[in-house]
Antibody
Framework: QVQLVESGGGVVQAGRSLRLSCVVS????????MHWVRQAPGKGLEWVSVISFDGRDKQYAGSVKGRFTISRDNSKNTLNLQMNSLRAEDTAVYYC?????????????WGQGTLVTVSS | DIVMTQSPLSLPVTLGQPASISCRSS???????????LHWFQQRPGQSPRRLIHKISNRDYGVPDRFSGSGSGTDFTLKISRVEAEDIGVYYCVQATHWPWTFGQGTKVEIK
Protein backbone atom coordinates (compact mmCIF):
# COMPACT_ATOMS: atom_id res chain seq x y z
CA GLN A 1 0.00 0.00 0.00
CA VAL A 2 1.44 3.33 -1.07
CA GLN A 3 1.60 6.06 1.51
CA LEU A 4 2.96 9.60 1.37
CA VAL A 5 2.76 11.32 4.73
CA GLU A 6 3.61 14.99 4.97
CA SER A 7 4.51 16.74 8.20
CA GLY A 8 5.99 19.99 9.40
CA GLY A 9 3.16 22.37 8.61
CA GLY A 10 1.92 24.93 11.07
CA VAL A 11 1.60 28.63 11.78
CA VAL A 12 4.69 30.75 11.27
CA GLN A 13 5.38 34.45 11.14
CA ALA A 14 6.27 36.12 7.89
CA GLY A 15 10.00 36.13 7.28
CA ARG A 16 10.59 32.96 9.28
CA SER A 17 11.39 29.44 8.09
CA LEU A 18 9.68 26.08 8.06
CA ARG A 19 10.75 22.63 6.91
CA LEU A 20 8.27 20.17 5.46
CA SER A 21 8.91 16.46 5.19
CA CYS A 22 7.19 13.67 3.34
CA VAL A 23 7.83 10.06 4.27
CA VAL A 24 7.06 7.58 1.53
CA SER A 25 6.31 3.88 1.63
CA UNK A 26 4.91 1.29 -0.74
CA UNK A 27 7.05 1.99 -3.78
CA UNK A 28 10.75 2.27 -4.55
CA UNK A 29 11.24 5.90 -3.62
CA UNK A 30 14.75 6.13 -5.03
CA UNK A 31 13.56 5.39 -8.55
CA UNK A 32 11.25 8.37 -8.98
CA UNK A 33 11.32 12.11 -9.17
CA MET A 34 9.17 13.77 -6.54
CA HIS A 35 7.18 16.99 -6.52
CA TRP A 36 5.69 19.53 -4.16
CA VAL A 37 2.39 21.09 -5.20
CA ARG A 38 0.52 23.62 -3.10
CA GLN A 39 -3.03 24.90 -2.83
CA ALA A 40 -3.91 28.18 -1.18
CA PRO A 41 -7.19 28.12 0.77
CA GLY A 42 -10.10 27.98 -1.66
CA LYS A 43 -7.76 28.31 -4.65
CA GLY A 44 -6.34 26.10 -7.37
CA LEU A 45 -3.25 23.95 -7.59
CA GLU A 46 0.19 25.52 -7.96
CA TRP A 47 3.26 23.49 -8.81
CA VAL A 48 6.14 24.35 -6.47
CA SER A 49 9.20 22.18 -7.05
CA VAL A 50 10.57 18.88 -8.31
CA ILE A 51 13.65 16.82 -7.53
CA SER A 52 15.05 14.04 -9.68
CA PHE A 53 15.25 10.46 -8.45
CA ASP A 54 18.90 10.89 -7.40
CA GLY A 55 18.58 14.41 -6.05
CA ARG A 56 20.86 15.94 -8.66
CA ASP A 57 18.30 17.95 -10.61
CA LYS A 58 15.91 20.41 -9.06
CA GLN A 59 13.42 22.89 -10.45
CA TYR A 60 11.37 25.59 -8.77
CA ALA A 61 8.43 27.81 -9.49
CA GLY A 62 9.40 31.43 -9.91
CA SER A 63 7.36 32.39 -6.87
CA VAL A 64 9.59 30.32 -4.55
CA LYS A 65 12.95 30.28 -6.31
CA GLY A 66 15.72 31.44 -4.03
CA ARG A 67 13.60 30.95 -0.90
CA PHE A 68 12.64 27.27 -1.00
CA THR A 69 14.98 24.29 -1.27
CA ILE A 70 13.88 20.78 -2.16
CA SER A 71 15.92 17.80 -1.05
CA ARG A 72 15.57 14.07 -0.50
CA ASP A 73 17.12 11.30 1.51
CA ASN A 74 16.71 8.06 -0.37
CA SER A 75 18.05 6.06 2.56
CA LYS A 76 15.11 7.30 4.62
CA ASN A 77 12.48 7.47 1.86
CA THR A 78 12.01 11.11 2.72
CA LEU A 79 11.33 14.20 0.65
CA ASN A 80 11.91 17.64 2.19
CA LEU A 81 11.05 21.24 1.46
CA GLN A 82 12.99 23.93 3.31
CA MET A 83 11.00 27.14 3.17
CA ASN A 84 12.76 30.38 4.11
CA SER A 85 11.67 34.00 4.09
CA LEU A 86 8.06 32.94 4.19
CA ARG A 87 5.38 35.32 2.95
CA ALA A 88 1.65 35.52 3.53
CA GLU A 89 1.12 34.30 -0.04
CA ASP A 90 2.90 31.03 0.81
CA THR A 91 -0.08 30.09 2.98
CA ALA A 92 -1.37 26.85 1.48
CA VAL A 93 -1.78 23.13 1.82
CA TYR A 94 1.44 21.56 0.59
CA TYR A 95 1.21 18.18 -1.10
CA CYS A 96 4.09 15.88 -1.88
CA UNK A 97 3.38 13.91 -4.99
CA UNK A 98 4.79 11.29 -7.28
CA UNK A 99 3.42 12.60 -10.55
CA UNK A 100 6.24 12.23 -13.06
CA UNK A 101 5.18 11.01 -16.46
CA UNK A 102 7.56 10.39 -19.30
CA UNK A 103 7.46 7.92 -22.13
CA UNK A 104 6.30 5.60 -19.40
CA UNK A 105 3.63 7.05 -17.13
CA UNK A 106 3.33 5.17 -13.83
CA UNK A 107 0.42 5.77 -11.46
CA UNK A 108 0.44 9.03 -9.54
CA UNK A 109 0.36 9.19 -5.76
CA TRP A 110 -0.29 12.13 -3.48
CA GLY A 111 -0.04 12.77 0.21
CA GLN A 112 -2.91 14.16 2.22
CA GLY A 113 -1.21 17.55 2.46
CA THR A 114 0.10 19.67 5.30
CA LEU A 115 -1.18 23.18 5.98
CA VAL A 116 1.25 26.05 6.23
CA THR A 117 -0.14 29.34 7.52
CA VAL A 118 2.06 32.42 7.34
CA SER A 119 0.92 35.26 9.54
CA SER A 120 1.89 38.80 8.68
CA ASP B 1 5.95 30.57 -18.28
CA ILE B 2 3.19 28.88 -20.22
CA VAL B 3 -0.26 30.09 -19.18
CA MET B 4 -3.05 27.52 -19.08
CA THR B 5 -6.58 28.88 -19.35
CA GLN B 6 -9.58 26.71 -18.57
CA SER B 7 -13.21 27.32 -19.41
CA PRO B 8 -15.71 27.33 -18.03
CA LEU B 9 -14.59 27.87 -14.44
CA SER B 10 -17.92 26.59 -13.19
CA LEU B 11 -19.88 23.83 -14.88
CA PRO B 12 -23.33 22.91 -13.57
CA VAL B 13 -24.23 19.49 -14.90
CA THR B 14 -27.18 17.14 -14.92
CA LEU B 15 -26.43 13.59 -13.85
CA GLY B 16 -26.31 11.32 -16.86
CA GLN B 17 -25.59 14.16 -19.24
CA PRO B 18 -22.25 14.90 -20.94
CA ALA B 19 -19.80 17.57 -19.81
CA SER B 20 -16.85 19.20 -21.51
CA ILE B 21 -13.98 21.32 -20.19
CA SER B 22 -11.64 23.33 -22.36
CA CYS B 23 -8.00 24.06 -21.65
CA ARG B 24 -5.99 26.43 -23.80
CA SER B 25 -2.29 27.16 -23.53
CA SER B 26 -0.45 30.38 -24.34
CA UNK B 27 1.94 28.45 -26.58
CA UNK B 28 2.55 24.95 -27.82
CA UNK B 29 4.56 22.64 -25.61
CA UNK B 30 5.78 19.65 -27.53
CA UNK B 31 8.63 17.88 -25.77
CA UNK B 32 11.79 16.97 -27.64
CA UNK B 33 10.63 13.35 -27.37
CA UNK B 34 7.60 14.24 -29.48
CA UNK B 35 5.06 14.01 -26.66
CA UNK B 36 2.81 16.80 -25.46
CA UNK B 37 2.67 16.49 -21.70
CA LEU B 38 -0.83 17.73 -21.07
CA HIS B 39 -2.49 16.02 -18.14
CA TRP B 40 -5.84 16.28 -16.43
CA PHE B 41 -6.31 15.99 -12.67
CA GLN B 42 -9.47 15.59 -10.65
CA GLN B 43 -9.85 16.85 -7.09
CA ARG B 44 -12.94 15.65 -5.28
CA PRO B 45 -14.14 17.71 -2.29
CA GLY B 46 -11.85 17.24 0.67
CA GLN B 47 -9.46 14.94 -1.21
CA SER B 48 -6.02 15.15 -2.73
CA PRO B 49 -5.88 15.43 -6.52
CA ARG B 50 -5.49 12.41 -8.75
CA ARG B 51 -4.52 12.17 -12.38
CA LEU B 52 -7.21 11.08 -14.83
CA ILE B 53 -5.59 11.59 -18.21
CA HIS B 54 -1.95 11.83 -19.20
CA LYS B 55 -0.39 13.02 -22.42
CA ILE B 56 -3.62 14.48 -23.78
CA SER B 57 -5.67 11.33 -24.21
CA ASN B 58 -4.39 8.39 -22.15
CA ARG B 59 -6.57 7.36 -19.26
CA ASP B 60 -4.76 6.52 -16.06
CA TYR B 61 -5.19 3.13 -14.46
CA GLY B 62 -8.66 2.65 -12.99
CA VAL B 63 -10.17 5.75 -14.58
CA PRO B 64 -13.63 5.03 -15.99
CA ASP B 65 -13.93 5.12 -19.76
CA ARG B 66 -16.56 7.85 -19.57
CA PHE B 67 -13.57 10.20 -19.22
CA SER B 68 -11.74 11.09 -22.41
CA GLY B 69 -9.15 13.64 -23.41
CA SER B 70 -8.37 15.12 -26.77
CA GLY B 71 -6.69 18.04 -28.44
CA SER B 72 -3.47 19.26 -29.93
CA GLY B 73 -1.42 22.39 -30.30
CA THR B 74 -2.84 24.84 -27.80
CA ASP B 75 -6.39 23.51 -27.45
CA PHE B 76 -7.31 20.56 -25.27
CA THR B 77 -10.55 19.11 -23.98
CA LEU B 78 -11.66 16.81 -21.20
CA LYS B 79 -15.02 15.15 -21.76
CA ILE B 80 -17.23 13.17 -19.46
CA SER B 81 -19.71 11.18 -21.52
CA ARG B 82 -22.27 10.78 -18.76
CA VAL B 83 -21.68 12.58 -15.50
CA GLU B 84 -22.05 10.54 -12.33
CA ALA B 85 -22.35 11.83 -8.77
CA GLU B 86 -18.78 10.78 -7.97
CA ASP B 87 -17.48 13.07 -10.72
CA ILE B 88 -18.30 16.18 -8.71
CA GLY B 89 -15.19 18.19 -7.96
CA VAL B 90 -12.60 20.44 -9.57
CA TYR B 91 -10.71 19.52 -12.71
CA TYR B 92 -7.32 20.90 -13.62
CA CYS B 93 -5.26 20.72 -16.76
CA VAL B 94 -1.49 21.04 -16.45
CA GLN B 95 1.32 21.37 -18.91
CA ALA B 96 4.19 19.20 -17.78
CA THR B 97 6.56 19.58 -20.72
CA HIS B 98 8.48 22.65 -19.62
CA TRP B 99 9.55 23.95 -16.22
CA PRO B 100 7.76 25.31 -14.39
CA TRP B 101 4.74 23.07 -14.71
CA THR B 102 1.67 25.25 -14.94
CA PHE B 103 -1.88 24.40 -13.97
CA GLY B 104 -5.09 25.84 -15.28
CA GLN B 105 -7.31 27.70 -12.82
CA GLY B 106 -9.56 24.71 -12.36
CA THR B 107 -13.13 23.98 -13.42
CA LYS B 108 -15.65 23.21 -10.72
CA VAL B 109 -18.15 20.58 -11.80
CA GLU B 110 -21.30 20.65 -9.72
CA ILE B 111 -24.78 19.26 -9.93
CA LYS B 112 -27.33 21.54 -11.55
Amino acid sequence: QVQLVESGGGVVQAGRSLRLSCVVSGFTFSRYGMHWVRQAPGKGLEWVSVISFDGRDKQYAGSVKGRFTISRDNSKNTLNLQMNSLRAEDTAVYYCAKIDCGADCPPDFWGQGTLVTVSS
Amino acid sequence: DIVMTQSPLSLPVTLGQPASISCRSSQTFVHSDGNTYLHWFQQRPGQSPRRLIHKISNRDYGVPDRFSGSGSGTDFTLKISRVEAEDIGVYYCVQATHWPWTFGQGTKVEIK
